[in-house]
């Protein structure tokens, strides 16, 4: 559990970088893609400024979750991703007016519990941890 701030900075990083994104597309408007025209919208769209703020917020979110992936397992840290989704819907709705109807309230509402219940999986060791490890060995000056 001491790196949930770490595995919230990854989800909130990844939420802020689907929002720009969405805004850097919705500020180019209606694209349209022609051989003669492709290379061009490729670079009008990855230098568009918010577009491009979203793909470096979305590097820097990877990079948190690489930290994150070196320190919790897989199968804890990657779950709490899914809350990514519960903020992008939330601004989405403020920012962008998107419908969030009872159904997609509903999902919303079985992704939090989910995560709420994988995260209490974290507040004790395994088994396994706890048979390896059986009193929590504290670093003295000695140790170090």
């Known amino acids: 559990m001491k790196y949930i701030v770490f595995i919230l900075f990854t989800v909130l990083t990844n939420a802020a970088a689907q929002l720009m994104l969405k805004q850097g597309m919705l500020s180019l408007g209606p694209l349209s893609f022609t051989a003669d ?20 917020t ?5 990079a948190s ?4 992936l070196s320190k919790v397992e897989l199968s804890f840290a990657y779950p709490f991703l899914s809350l990514a989704y519960v903020a992008v819907a939330v601004f989405a709705y403020f920012v962008f007016r ?12 079985f992704i939090c519990v989910g995560t709420v219940l ?3 999986s974290g507040r004790t060791g395994s088994a396994k941890e706890i048979a390896l490890n059986p009193v929590p060995q ?3 000056e000695y140790t170090r």
């Open 37 to 56: 025209t492709m290379i061009a919208r490729v670079f009008q769209i990855l230098f568009n400024p918010w577009v491009f703020a979203g793909l470096t």
């Open 58 to 62: 979305f590097a820097i979110s990877m």
């Open 65 to 68: 979750h690489l930290y994150v």
């Open 98 to 109: 998107e419908d969030l109807n009872s159904w997609r309230i509903a999902g919303i509402a």
């Open 118 to 120: 994988i995260a209490q």
């Open 138 to 140: 504290q670093a003295s």
